[in-house]
Every structure is written in C-alpha cells, then in structure tokens.
C-alpha cells in the first residue's frame, strides 16, 4: 500500500478486510467488508445511490450520472438482482465492485500518512479490531439493520467503519465515521469560512491558508482522534429501531467513561 494509491488484487483479500470501489469518475467511492469467498456485506440506498441527498437535487445527480442506473435490472448468476435493494446486504465481490477497481481502507496509519492521502475515505488513524469481531458486526447488521442511510451521518463507510472498530459518533451536529463526508465539509469550510483568509490576497498565500485549514479539519474528524466517540457493541447499537438517533440518548442514559486508554467506551460494557 502507499501514498499515491489503495489499489490491491483480489487474490489478496482476507475476511474482515474494508474493501471500496470508486465509483461515478471518482465522485465517492463504495465501502463493505469482504468476508471470504467472494463476498461482501456492505450499506447501500441501492441501484447506485449512495450519494443521494433524498431531495429532489437527486434528479439532477443522477440523471447525469450513466454509471448510476447501468446496474438496474440486470441479474447476476450468484445474486440476482440486487439493483432496487437498500440497507445491508450480501454481494458478491463481482456486483459490489460494479465493474470498478478494488482498494483496501488503511487503518492505524501514521498522522504524516494520513495528512499525505489528500482525499478522505482511505483510511484512519483508529485501530481496527481482530477479524473475527469485524465479521461478527458485518454479519449482525446484515440481520439487524444499521438504520436509515444518510450521506453525511450514516453511510456505507460509516458502516464499514463501524464493522472494524466498533466506534460510534454520538453527537448529533457532526458528521459521522466517513471520511469521505469529512473531505467535503472540511474542502467547504476551508473555501468559505477561514478567517485567515483575510490575512493574505495572494493566490499562493490563499492556496496555503486554504491547504492549512482541509488538513486541519481532516484530521480533526478522523475517527481516530476525535473525542464523540463511543465503543458500541452491535447488539446495543440495534436494540433501539431508531438507533442512530438514539445513540446519544441511550449513552446518557447509560453513562460515558473515558478510560486511561483513550477510546470512549459504555460503563459497564465489555468492549
């Protein structure tokens, strides 16, 4: 793996991998969790409407997006047709790359590497936990239910984020685990609401100040140092059928901890 790109072969997979396909010209990208014999369980709004705002803008987006409705009706010999599904579900390898190349989500990566990936939705700075939990969390949603998709809160890297770390964002005014939604905001707030700004007219002295503040924003809401954060087990997270929007009034309900080692966990919870 490196800076430039992500991109592995499938032959080199391992159950429990974050797996993600660009997608639409590199518009965003698909996130899942391989877990072995050419499967993948992943979140989608489906027929490749990942980046939907479920506003009537979608109209525009997608009807200028070919890519987007290419898969619709069309029927695999393994999975059928899966291009009207939504929430978790099993793919294979094949459908769940829609014809795209296959990349592998970096996590425990230094700050220097992160700051490097200039685009968000590549890896993190958090740690993963083993295989065998990643599975079981992948397999638990594809029963249960991860709730309502949503581009900025919960998406389908929030879900395979989730999956490999257990980390569950429990304020309700920020973005969630994506770091693909992160870029973004943090490109916008960059461009627009940087005091600094004011200090330089300089093209180069604007580009600097701009540059600054992305990677500042970025790192800031990375899921591996910021400080809303809780470790969830998945059978708390489904016990409420509204359970995203539950989470912080189930964690105040429950109580907060934060141990010496720097993670956010429930009191009581094993984790």
Known sequence: MGVISNKIEKDVLKPGDHIYSWRNAYIYSHHGIYTGEGKVIHFTRGAGHEIGTGTALDRFIFSSSSS???????????????????????????????????????????????????RGGTCTLASSDPPSDVLYRASYLLEKGFGGYNIFKNNCEDFAIYCKTGLLVVTTLSVGRSGQATSFLAAASAIVSSPLRYLTTSFSGLSLVAGGMYCVSRFLSDIGVRRDVVKLPVERLV???????QVEETTALLGVDRPSGGDYCLAGSST
């Open 68 to 118: 987007s409705t290419a898969a619709v009706g069309t029927h695999c010999a393994r999975c059928g047709d899966q291009s009207t599904l939504d929430g978790v579900i099993s793919s294979c390898l094949d459908c769940f790359l829609s014809g795209g190349d296959l990349y592998l989500f970096e996590y425990s990566v230094s700050p220097i590497f992160f700051l490097a990936k200039a």
């Open 239 to 245: 016990g409420n059928s509204d359970m995203i929007d």
